[in-house]
């Protein structure tokens, strides 16, 4: 084994050859193996308990016997005990343990080898409790019903979702579920809870207070996960009832606590987390940003995936509509980086005001311009539409529209993005222009476009150099706590440096979303930018 723990995975193998029992040495078998393996234990391991768990105890003590007291033993490497769960005649040539993102609508896992580091499979699944509610406080109070029984109908369900991960991961790593032998899990708090069957009451009520922030490590089978029946379950720990592991997860990823320069840290999904700081200090606040964006207030509104809307372009001289759709299906809705873009396009063209209100003003402009918006910009009852895509050229023969109501919804998320970074770099006296990056984590991140966001006010106006994208970086920070000791010791140390801003009570804040609902902002001097991607005055003019 090696003589430093940093990059120690959480499952690892050691090589172990122990004397045979004889009339001489007659020490029990698990106890002989036990000795064995901590004479090969690294020096930073030595002062951890080596403890055998009586579930596989039987069968250990088998394959120590048949392999002849000769071969590898394989070890649970927790915070506070090594756990040694199985021996191997031969060295595993892989060691596959389980990343997962658990998210509030779908799931994202893969499969890692903790040898090597290296993905071997990936899947995706919709998260089934999303039949007892599209959102966190829906599921909150589902879990509150029938004395318990609805907590438990929670937790199957995302087990059920897990489990048809498993497989799915098992079958394209050429592996069985049993072989599995780890798993570890990044998501929000509310989530967690749900999945080891914790009440999340206190999570929404003052002063919100999750049940638990660090959960110690567990056995997956204890919680209904058929996977190896010694695979520990790692769960990240969360700072907050708005904070949780997948934030973390970003940290770890874009190794925001250990840069000497003072960067920022967007997680946009069911809300917008945020963090701010270096390897000196961290601080963090969340805050109800995202559904808008991720598909769960637009009518049209989607996650990225195949058919969904994610580029928009408006030519303001042919009145042209160029879209672009994931996997370049017909288009079937819109997903949050479509919509900043269309958002973004119209405000440009005078076809949406300062307000964020539409405006068919068919009587400006050139033919062209005055007929798109005859024909685009359509009323209902509930007020206008816009039209993005006609239904004879959609995906489910319905027209992608725009309405007044989506748009509201938009501006609030956009008001309320804007409001908690302002919020929160106003709590450490740190200005925009102090920044050395913002990385943007998620699909939010992945797809945006900063000039979009930068236009309507959502994303502060710094050079785009400034914004970096990160991807799943909830899935990349499980991933990393999978292979390395060093990154689960800094997930604990994160959890305890993080200052956390309950924005729920934060009067600022309020006022500064009020200032925020406006396009790009109540103040333009805070967008200077914005007059060189602003609205063409050539709009009204045609």
């Not at 001489?24 to 020096?43: P, S, W």
């Not at 998501?187 to 749900?194: A, D, E, P, Q, R």
């Amino acid at each position: 084994m090696k003589n430093h723990t940093g990059q120690l995975p959480l499952v690892t193998s050691i090589s172990v050859a122990a004397e045979p029992p004889s009339l001489q040495d007659n020490t029990a078998d698990i106890d002989r193996l036990r000795m064995a393996v901590a004479k090969e234990l690294a020096t930073g391991l030595q002062n951890r308990p080596l403890v055998v768990p009586l579930a596989v105890m039987a069968e250990l003590g088998r394959r120590l016997r048949a392999a002849e007291f000769v071969g590898y033993a394989i070890v649970n490497v927790l915070p506070h005990e090594l756990q040694l769960v199985d021996f191997s005649a031969k060295k595993p040539a892989v060691i596959p343990c389980m990343a997962l993102d658990l998210g509030t609508t779908h799931l994202e896992a893969t499969l890692v080898d903790c040898t090597t580091g290296t993905t071997i499979a990936h899947a995706h699944t919709p998260n089934e409790q999303m039949r007892f509610g599209a959102d966190i406080l829906s599921r909150i109070h589902h879990a509150g019903r029938n004395d318990g029984d609805g907590l438990l109908e929670l937790q199957q369900a995302v087990t059920a979702s897990i489990n048809h991960l498993v497989v799915e991961l098992a079958e394209e790593g050429r592996t069985k579920p049993e072989f599995i032998r780890a798993l570890c899990v990044s998501g929000n708090t509310t989530m967690v809870h749900l999945l080891l069957g914790l009440s999340p009451y206190h999570i929404c009520r003052e002063p919100y207070t999750p049940l638990v922030g660090w959960p110690d490590p567990f056995f997956a089978a204890e919680i209904g996960i058929r996977l190896s029946r010694s695979a520990p379950v790692w769960v990240l720990p969360n700072i907050g009832s708005y904070f949780g592991g997948d934030l973390i997860s970003g940290i770890l990823a874009s190794g925001l606590d250990k840069m000497e320069k003072t960067s920022m840290l967007i997680d946009v999904g069911t809300n917008a987390e945020v963090v701010l700081g270096n390897k000196d200090w961290l601080i963090a606040c969340a805050g109800a940003a995202g559904p808008a964006l991720e598909g769960g207030v637009a009518r049209m509104g989607m996650r990225a995936g195949p058919g969904a809307i994610e580029h928009v372009r408006l030519d303001r001289h042919s009145w042209q509509l160029e879209i672009t759709t994931i996997d370049d299906q017909p288009a079937v809705g819109i997903c949050g980086s479509g919509l900043i873009e269309l958002v973004a396009q119209l405000f440009l063209a005078g076809i949406i005001d300062i307000r964020g209100k539409l405006c068919r003003d068919v009587h400006s402009g050139s033919p062209a311009r005055r007929e798109f918006i005859r024909s685009r910009l359509v009323t209902a009852e509930e007020g206008f539409r816009f039209v993005v895509v006609p239904g004879d050229q959609s995906g489910q023969g319905e027209p992608v529209v725009l309405a007044q109501v989506d748009l509201d919804a938009m501006m609030r998320s956009k008001a309320a993005m804007y409001a908690i970074l302002t919020t929160l770099t106003s709590q450490v006296g740190v200005e925009f222009s102090d920044l050395d990056h913002i990385y943007v984590a998620g699909a939010f991140g992945k797809h945006i476009d900063p000039v979009a966001a930068i236009t309507l006010g959502m994303l502060p106006d710094l050079p785009l150099s400034t914004y970096v994208p990160l991807g799943n970086s909830s899935l990349h920070g499980a991933e990393l706590l999978l292979v390395s000791e060093e990154a689960r010791l800094r997930s604990l140390e994160i959890g305890r440096k993080i200052t956390y801003i309950e924005l729920n009570v934060n009067q600022e804040f309020m006022l500064r979303f009020s200032a925020s609902r406006f396009i790009p902002h109540t103040d333009p001097g805070l967008f200077p930018s914005v007059s060189i991607y602003q609205r063409d005055k050539s709009a009204q003019k045609g």
